[in-house]
């Protein structure tokens, strides 16, 4: 079994353990710790990336919008 939670390191405390332990009885488990990163930071962090995203801002609100019809793109049984 697989379960991630995602939480702020102040909200970590014994309440956070007995819940675990409750989860996952006297299971052997793994706790792996990773500092999770800004999904926006990620995003501009690659020069390509970010220069895609700006210019989509700016059409954003420049107005230039593209409308889809996702109908079309849906195979329809």
Do not use: C, W
């Not at 702020?8 to 999770?36: D, P, T």
């Not at 390509?48 to 329809?76: F, M, P, Q, T």
């Amino acid at each position: 079994m697989y379960t991630a939670f995602h939480v702020n390191a102040n909200e970590l405390n014994e309440n956070f353990l007995n819940g675990l332990k409750m989860i996952f009885k006297s299971k052997r488990i793994s706790i792996i710790i990773e500092e999770e990163q800004d999904e926006t930071e990620y995003l501009l962090s690659n020069p390509a990336n970010r220069k895609i995203l700006e210019k989509s801002l700016k059409n954003v609100e420049a107005g230039k919008l593209i409308e889809v019809n996702i109908d079309k793109y849906l195979h329809k049984k």
